[in-house]
Nanobody
Framework: QVQLKESGGGSVQAGGSLRLSCAAS????????MGWFRQAPGKEREGVAT?????????YYIDSVKGRFTISQDNARNTLYLQMNSLNPEDTAVYYC?????????????????WGQGTPVTVSS
């Protein structure tokens, strides 16, 4: 049973940074696609970034966060991170960590099996 728990959300002013973490209990010998999603008030959930640590490691970002956000994992694949820089009010949302077992395909359009509870991020102007 995979369990995911996010942390690191909070309030920040525009231009600031936050780093989200996701503690993941994942079977050591299994490969998973992991991702960050977000849902802003009154909007549908959207995928933000994904990572597949094959090797090789492959990442994907939506256009609106490219160059500002970085997704990464620790070597043991126990923790997923999302470093968010140059935040703007449009980044305000609840951020979710998600995962599914994969042999290589890893994209926000995939069906993610496991989800965390979410951590809120508020960016004020």
């Amino acid at each position: 049973q995979v369990q995911l728990k996010e942390s690191g959300g909070g309030s920040v002013q525009a231009g600031g940074s936050l780093r989200l973490s996701c503690a993941a209990s994942i079977p050591y010998n299994n490969n998973y696609c992991m991702g960050w999603f977000r849902q802003a008030p009154g909007k549908e959930r959207e995928g933000v970034a994904t990572i597949y640590s094959g090797p090789p490691t492959r990442t994907y970002y939506i256009d609106s966060v490219k160059g500002r956000f970085t997704i990464s994992q620790d070597n043991a694949r126990n923790t997923l991170y999302l470093q968010m820089n140059s935040l703007n009010p449009e980044d305000t949302a609840v951020y979710y960590c998600a995962a599914f077992p994969s042999t290589g395909y890893c994209h926000t359009g995939a069906v993610f099996t496991y989800w965390g509870q979410g951590t809120p991020v508020t960016v004020s102007s």
